[in-house]
């Protein structure tokens, strides 16, 4: 008992000493990062990113998730400028005009010039990171004979069955959406119930559908052109490919944005520099398995050379889908109500 007193006298005498007060280290700026679950997932990108940058920035890197980019930026608006994020990875093209509108984004600042996408990039708010083309992803030993457009795929009432992700929380899903007003015009509703009964489920986000994919719910699913280069990549798998379409395929270039609530604009800056330089980019195509913004020195890795590419490229208008967004969930609920 006597031993416990006089250590905590010592303890307490300490605690006044001037070592005691002496000032504690100087913490490093933090950066939250909002991104979709697969990008900071174990195998994506947001984990060599993360190891990257802190290795040059002197900071820490948080990452907090949604489980897809819809579901991303539904969360940003709800917070408004009361969010925790300094920087946003995982919107798209079809999600820029709306995003754009809310206010909620700083312009990046950045030069953009000689990227590696369809069209030049001239948005001052967003910087693309990867891109790539929508495509239904089957397994050729179970499926022999995929259809070679997107009506074949509607409109064949004995045609796979699929499994696609929701518009209103996911990219794919919006995307899709896209696809089917760029080939079907006003006609989309018809085309939607048309396929409804061979649609198994829809999914918040690509994660779950492509996992419902390969065990086997579905023939196809709704995914990107380059998930094969994943199979043949990492589990040297050839039985996987992607649908190619007579109509064209539909684009999407996923983009980073700065917060404008931030109080990190310059680290942010600094992160999303970092994502367009040749290290940022050289990461992504074997981890995020879409096409850099700015292809590396060394080139696509070979995974992504046995690839089918798209002979179309059908690009997104981001205005366009801001002014119709609501109309065309609409117009796909109703279809998927019936």
């Not at 890197?61 to 969010?83: H, M, Q, S």
């Not at 380059?226 to 040297?236: D, F, L, N, Q, R």
């Not at 404008?260 to 074997?286: C, M, T, V, W, Y």
Request: glycine share 8%; aromatic share 10%.
């Amino acid at each position: 008992m006597l031993r416990t007193r006089l250590l905590g006298t010592l303890l307490a005498a300490l605690a006044f000493s001037p070592l005691a007060t002496a000032a504690p280290a100087q913490e490093k700026p933090a950066l939250t990062v909002y991104t979709y679950e697969s990008f900071s997932g174990e195998d994506g990108p947001g984990q060599p990113l993360k190891a990257a940058f802190e290795a040059t920035c002197g900071c820490t890197l948080n990452y907090v998730t949604a489980e897809d980019g819809g579901a991303l930026f539904a969360k940003l608006r709800l917070e408004g400028a009361a969010t925790k994020a300094d920087v946003v990875v995982g919107l798209d093209d079809n999600l820029m005009g709306e995003a754009e509108k809310s206010g909620l984004f700083a312009p990046h600042g950045l030069p953009t010039e000689g990227l590696s996408l369809p069209e030049p990039w001239t948005d001052t708010m967003f910087v693309p990171f990867d891109w790539g083309y929508f495509a239904f992803v089957y397994d050729a030993d179970k499926l022999k004979n995929p259809p070679a457009s997107l009506k074949d795929l509607v409109e064949n009432k004995d045609g796979p069955k699929v499994v696609i992700e929701d518009p209103r929380t996911s990219t794919p899903g919006l995307g899709l959406l896209a696809w089917m007003k760029a080939v079907y015009g006003d006609k989309a509703g018809d085309a939607w119930r048309q396929l409804k009964p061979r649609i198994v489920t829809v999914t918040s986000g690509w994660s779950e559908a492509y996992g419902l994919f390969l065990k086997g719910e579905a023939d196809m699913v709704l995914s990107y052109s380059t998930s094969p280069a994943y199979h043949i990549g990492v589990e040297k798998k050839t039985n996987y490919h992607a649908a190619m379409f007579s109509e064209g395929h539909a684009t999407q270039v996923e983009v980073a944005g700065l917060v404008a609530s931030s109080k990190q604009q310059d680290l942010g800056r600094r992160f999303l520099a970092f994502l367009l330089s040749n290290d940022g980019q050289a990461i992504l195509p074997e981890t995020n398995w879409m096409y850099p913004a700015r292809t590396p020195p060394a080139g696509l890795p070979a995974s992504f050379k046995a690839v089918a590419v798209p002979a179309k490229a059908l690009m997104s208008n981001p205005a366009e889908l801001a002014a119709n967004r609501k109309a065309w969930i609409d117009e796909w609920l109703a279809a998927m109500a019936k």
